[in-house]
Each structure stands twice: as C-alpha cells, then as structure tokens.
C-alpha cells in the first residue's frame, strides 16, 4: 500500500491557485501509483488569514476551488484526504488517524514530534498515524507553521521528514498477511523465538527466586500439556543458572478424573527429567471434602469440579511451606484470558511461568522440546539420539497429542476422560485468533467472526459464532480472575496482567452481546 504526504507550494490568498497546485500532485500521485494521498488541512485556505478567510470576495474564491477538488477527485480511484474530516477512516482494511491540522513550529514541537507519535500510536496500535503538516500556503510573518509529516504504527515511526523539511513523504506499507497464529506475525524464526522466551522466562524466574531467598519449586504434574511445558522450562532455567534439579519438586495428584495415561506419563516425564518426585493420592482427600461439605454422591456439577483444583492447589502450596519453596503455577495466557480455571485453584501460584503464552503457543513450544531431544520424530533424518533422549522425547509426544482437559470428571468405563477442554469452547486456535483481535487489534465482534470465518475455512459459521459467543461471555464475565493472581511475564502484545488493556470485572458485556444476537439473526 503506497502512501503519500505532501505540502503545496502555494499563495497565501489564492484559493483557485492553490487548488491546481493539489490537482498537479494528484495527477502525479497517480501516474505513480499511490493508493493513498493526504494533504495538510490548510492546503486551499491558510489559518494565518485569520478573518479575511471570511471576506465574500475570497470566500467565494474558496468555494470554487473546493468546488473543483472535489470533482477532480470524484473521477478517479485513490483515496485523497485534503481537509479536516475524516479524522480517523478505514482504508484497505487498516484503521487511519489522520493529523493534519495547520500547527505552529516551535523549537519544542520539533524536538518533542516524534516522542509524541510513538506514544500516540502505542497507544492506538491498531491505527496507521498520519502526520501531514505543512507551511507552503501560510504567512510567516509572526510565526512559522510546522512542515512535518510522519507515518508512525505501533509506537514505531516507518517514515519522516524532520531531517530534510521535505514537502513529500512516502511510504510503501506491507500489508500484514492474514494468519490464524496473530501473535507470531513479523517472527520468521521460531527456534530463534523460543530460545528467547526460555531466556526471558529464566530471567524472571530467577528474579523471582533470588527476591524471595527461595532457590527451590514445586509444581503440580498431571501429564497434561501446560504442566509438561512449564516444567521443561524450568528444569531447563535451573540448568542454566547451576542450579541442582532435585530442587524442583514434582508433585502428581491422581484424583477422580485422572487417567492411567497421563498418569503414566506424569511419572515418566519427572523420572526422565531427573527431579523430584512425589505422588498424593487425592481421591481419599476429596471424597471426605465432598461428603463434609454435603456434596450429592454422583452429582457432576461444578462443586465437584472446582472442590478437586482447589485441593490440588492447597496440597502444593502446603508443600511449598514445608520445604521452603515457590510454588509454579501452570497455567497459559488463553486459559487466564477466558477465565477458564477454578477461583482459587489453579487461578492461584506464587510465580505464573506460562501465563505470557497463548495456547497455541504452547502447543508450539512443546514441539521445540521435542525436536532438540530427539529431532527424528518430526523429520525422516537419522539423527545420533541418546535412548534417554529419545523416550523422553516420546513421553512429551504422547502428552501432546493428548485431549487438553482438566480431569475433573470420571473417566468414562474404557478409562479415557471425556471431559475435552477444546469440544467445550472450541479449537484453541480460533480462541487465541479471538483474544488477539479484541484486545491488541481493537476489532468489533462483527470483523472478528468475519475474519476468523475467512482464516479457519474448516470451521463452519455456525461453530466460529458459537465459539465467539462463549468467548464473549468468558473475556467480560471472568474478567475478576485476572485481578488477582501470581507474578508472571508479558512475552507478547497482549498481556493477562490488570495493569494491561484493565478490563474491570463488573464490566457490563451489553454491547458486544448484542453484536452476537444480530449476527445469529443475519444466519438464520
């Protein structure tokens, strides 16, 4: 997408002069091929007039050149925007504020211009900035008028002109590519990615670690993904700091949904890590729980659910005193963002290891893993792997290509868990695709279902919208988890944090409900 800004060279009080000298730099513009032109608000008619803007004489002037712009742009098909409206517009799917209102020059705004931008354009990330300032049809009797021009996204500026005073700016803007992973865009390198997300999280953990005089965790295992990762993380991290790995402490807690298979794997993994390990059975815990507190045998509601997350994190953070140790919460960004965990729970840790990372991310990391222990498994290559190396390696395969759930439920009569996270809320994939474009990219509900439907063609409308709708109830009506809950790290443009995009927790979801009740009207 090409942009240009530009200034005219024009006269002070002569309107019909300066509009030919804006027809000429169409003309050219689109000889040139731009898509998009934009020129300072006082191109035709200069602020510095003051009053005499408003003299019949020059009015009408003014108003036959207006006249003439208008028609000369209503003939061709490039986007030219030359007054003060629209401010903000939508233009080959990208959002555009537009500042190009007349400004005095000072030594100040020079040396602040650019400073200002990147924080303008932080804060509205998803907005193309357009600064178009320009001095050629202004007086410079008292005072001289800004001439600057800048494109800025992002908190980034792509393009300016303070060094040379130019009167024309371009700038050729990529046009993002759409893809179903958002918060990998603009990284070609994942092995690159991820060594730096175990760095960071190394960073922070051992932050954490040497504030609290603490140089030894538990973690609850279940031999689900979440935990396997974590864990990978911080046996890798207490490797690269020299610390000894018998002081991560692995705790798996069988209960009344856990399967023989994550089970199986829970232990190997540990085993295989080298950490240790420790096994309680919860399920005498949790029926004495459920009978004290009048829970109906066989009623599989959510007190039966949440009474097991909650003993499992009450046995770890106990264990955490016992031995003087931080306990390592597993959760991801995607669950946090949906609230899809139990108050109190698994909602609660002393330091939140994966809570920068989207669950699909996730899924991506534990495959790095893999692929350094035993790189065959995704590739025909033969590779000199160590047997060690090459079943553990096995071991995080299994756990992957698992369900995700949370085993909180009885496990059906051929042993598997019927209770799957992603047959309840949909593919995690299309959440995080939701998570990303409400909050870093600031989309109505309307564009979001619009574009997931056009990334996940597999997906049928009426799934994407019902996804969307659980989604949309989960983001507002959870919001109160992510009040309060263990230090963790931002990895990418969206954070769970409160004191990022702070979504309060009596937020009322009206309006983005009402979005999804007409697009189901639209669908019937």
Same mark, same amino acid.
């Given at each position: 997408?090409?942009?240009?800004?530009?200034?005219i060279?024009? *006269?002070?009080?002569?309107?019909?002069?300066?509009?030919?000298q804006?027809?000429?730099?169409?003309?050219k513009?689109?000889?040139?091929?731009?898509?998009?032109?934009?020129?300072?608000?006082?191109?035709i008619?200069?602020?510095?007039?003051?009053?005499?803007r408003?003299?019949e004489?020059?009015?009408?002037?003014?108003?036959?050149?207006?006249?003439?712009?208008?028609?000369?742009?209503?003939?061709?098909?490039?986007?030219?925007?030359?007054?003060?409206?629209?401010?903000?517009?939508?233009?080959?799917?990208?959002?555009?504020?537009?500042?190009?209102?007349?400004?005095?020059?000072?030594?100040?705004?020079?040396?602040?211009?650019?400073?200002?931008l990147?924080?303008?354009?932080l804060?509205?990330?998803?907005?193309?900035h %357009?600064?178009?300032?320009?001095?050629?049809?202004?007086?410079t009797?008292?005072?001289?008028?800004s001439?600057?021009?800048?494109?800025?996204?992002?908190? *980034?500026?792509?393009?300016?002109?303070?060094?040379?005073?130019?009167?024309i700016?371009?700038?050729?803007?990529?046009?993002?590519?759409?893809?179903?992973?958002?918060? %990998?865009?603009?990284?070609?390198?994942?092995?690159?990615?991820?060594?730096?997300?175990?760095?960071?999280?190394?960073?922070?953990?051992?932050?954490?670690?040497?504030?609290?005089?603490?140089? *030894?965790?538990?973690?609850?295992?279940?031999?689900g993904?979440?935990?396997?990762?974590?864990?990978?993380?911080?046996?890798?991290i207490?490797?690269?700091?020299?610390?000894?790995?018998?002081?991560?402490?692995?705790?798996?807690?069988?209960?009344?949904?856990?399967?023989?298979?994550?089970?199986?794997?829970?232990?190997?993994?540990?085993?295989g890590?080298?950490?240790?390990?420790e096994?309680?059975?919860?399920?005498?815990?949790?029926?004495?729980?459920?009978?004290?507190?009048?829970q109906?045998e066989?009623?599989?509601?959510?007190?039966?659910?949440q009474?097991?997350?909650?003993?499992?994190?009450?046995?770890?953070?106990?264990?955490a005193?016992?031995?003087?140790?931080?306990?390592?919460?597993?959760?991801?960004?995607?669950?946090?963002?949906?609230?899809w965990?139990?108050?109190?729970?698994?909602?609660?840790?002393?330091?939140?290891?994966?809570i920068?990372?989207?669950?699909?991310?996730?899924?991506?990391?534990?495959?790095?893993?893999?692929n350094?222990?035993?790189?065959?498994?995704?590739?025909?290559?033969?590779?000199?792997?160590?047997?060690?190396?090459?079943?553990?390696?096995?071991?995080?395969?299994?756990?992957?290509?698992?369900?995700?759930?949370?085993?909180?439920?009885?496990?059906?009569?051929?042993?598997?868990?019927?209770?799957?996270?992603?047959?309840?809320?949909?593919?995690?994939?299309?959440?995080?695709?939701?998570?990303?474009?409400?909050?870093v990219?600031?989309?109505?509900?309307?564009?979001?279902?619009?574009?997931?439907?056009?990334?996940f063609?597999?997906?049928?409308?009426?799934?994407?919208?019902?996804?969307?709708?659980?989604?949309?109830?989960?983001?507002?009506?959870?919001?109160?988890?992510?009040?309060?809950?263990?230090?963790?790290?931002?990895?990418?443009?969206?954070?769970?944090?409160p004191?990022?995009?702070?979504?309060?927790?009596?937020?009322?979801?009206?309006?983005?409900?009402?979005?999804?009740?007409?697009?189901k009207?639209?669908?019937?």
């Amino acid at each position: 997408m090409k942009i240009r800004l530009v200034s005219i060279e024009g *006269k002070i009080a002569d309107p019909l002069y300066n509009e030919q000298q804006m027809e000429k730099e169409i003309t050219k513009a689109l000889g040139e091929g731009i898509d998009l032109l934009v020129f300072p608000s006082n191109s035709i008619r200069p602020v510095s007039l003051d009053d005499m803007r408003y003299n019949e004489t020059y009015w009408n002037n003014y108003e036959i050149a207006l006249s003439r712009l208008k028609q000369a742009i209503s003939f061709i098909g490039m986007n030219v925007v030359f007054d003060d409206e629209p401010k903000v517009f939508n233009f080959k799917n990208y959002t555009f504020r537009i500042h190009n209102n007349a400004q005095e020059e000072t030594l100040e705004s020079l040396i602040n211009a650019e400073k200002i931008l990147k924080r303008e354009s932080l804060l509205e990330n998803t907005f193309i900035h %357009l600064v178009c300032f320009g001095r050629g049809t202004e007086s410079t009797c008292q005072k001289v008028y800004s001439n600057i021009k800048m494109i800025a996204y992002d908190g *980034k500026i792509l393009a300016s002109n303070l060094d040379t005073d130019a009167n024309i700016l371009n700038l050729d803007f990529p046009i993002e590519t759409k893809t179903r992973y958002p918060y %990998l865009t603009g990284i070609d390198d994942l092995d690159k990615m991820f060594k730096n997300i175990l760095n960071l999280q190394g960073v922070g953990l051992y932050g954490k670690m040497k504030s609290m005089n603490r140089f *030894k965790i538990c973690m609850g295992v279940s031999g689900g993904l979440d935990s396997t990762v974590s864990l990978l993380a911080c046996v890798e991290i207490f490797k690269k700091y020299n610390l000894p790995l018998k002081n991560i402490i692995g705790v798996t807690m069988p209960g009344l949904g856990t399967t023989e298979r994550t089970h199986k794997n829970a232990l190997a993994l540990m085993k295989g890590l080298g950490i240790t390990i420790e096994e309680i059975d919860l399920r005498p815990l949790l029926k004495t729980h459920l009978e004290n507190i009048s829970q109906p045998e066989g009623k599989f509601d959510v007190t039966f659910e949440q009474t097991q997350s909650r003993e499992r994190t009450q046995v770890l953070l106990d264990i955490a005193n016992r031995d003087n140790a931080i306990m390592i919460g597993t959760g991801c960004m995607s669950e946090f963002a949906l609230g899809w965990m139990t108050y109190g729970g698994d909602h609660l840790c002393m330091y939140a290891i994966n809570i920068g990372l989207p669950k699909t991310v996730v899924k991506m990391y534990a495959k790095w893993f893999i692929n350094k222990l035993d790189p065959s498994i995704y590739n025909e290559e033969d590779h000199n792997v160590s047997k060690h190396d090459a079943d553990l390696a096995a071991v995080i395969k299994n756990i992957l290509d698992g369900p995700v759930s949370p085993e909180l439920l009885p496990i059906d009569d051929k042993g598997e868990q019927y209770e799957k996270t992603e047959s309840l809320i949909g593919d995690y994939a299309v959440q995080d695709f939701f998570i990303y474009h409400m909050t870093v990219s600031n989309w109505s509900i309307e564009k979001i279902f619009n574009e997931t439907l056009e990334v996940f063609p597999e997906y049928t409308p009426e799934q994407i919208l019902k996804w969307l709708d659980i989604f949309t109830l989960r983001y507002f009506t959870r919001a109160y988890k992510k009040n309060c809950y263990g230090d963790g790290l931002q990895l990418f443009k969206y954070s769970v944090s409160p004191w990022y995009k702070h979504v309060p927790s009596d937020i009322d979801n009206t309006i983005w409900k009402e979005e999804i009740e007409s697009l189901k009207k639209e669908m019937k």
